[in-house]
């Protein structure tokens, strides 16, 4: 098992720039939206984001083996968890809630917001509403 742990760098570095494009399109696919591009009813970018997403939480899984640290089990992962659901439902929110323009800028800052959190509790590995 020691080989695996130490594919740690590799594995987070590839985690990183998963979170990079997927936040990036993230953010292109609410530009599109809020301009009222017919890119965003392309096929490629309804299913892009679901390939990316699943990469990306398949790589935060290996990085938690390699850590041995899982969720439940150490609060700040908890609170990563918890930021990602947040971050999810912000961004259903976002592009597939028939609301007026305000609503939806606010759903998607919020959605940055949480991204920013999960930054923070990755970074400090402090948690800091269950702290």
């Known amino acids: ?14 985690h990183m720039t998963l979170i ?6 993230f953010i292109v696919r609410f530009v599109w939206l809020m301009v009222g591009s017919d890119l965003l009813n392309r096929k490629w970018a309804r299913i892009s984001p679901h390939v990316l997403d699943t990469f ?3 790589s935060g899984a290996l990085l938690c083996v390699a850590i041995a640290q899982y969720p439940f089990d150490a609060p700040w992962l908890t609170e990563k968890m918890m930021a990602l659901v ?5 961004g259903v929110i976002t592009f597939k809630l028939q609301r007026g323009n305000l609503f939806r800028v606010v759903a998607f800052l919020g959605a940055l917001g949480w991204v920013y959190y999960m930054a923070v509790l990755a970074m400090t590995k402090t948690p800091i509403l269950l702290g």
Not at 1 to 14: A, D, N, R, T, V
């Open 20 to 25: 990079a494009a997927s936040v990036g399109f």
């Open 56 to 58: 990306l939480l398949l």
């Open 1 to 14: 098992m020691e080989w695996f742990y130490s594919l740690y760098p590799g594995l987070k570095h590839l």
């Open 86 to 90: 947040a971050y999810i439902v912000l």
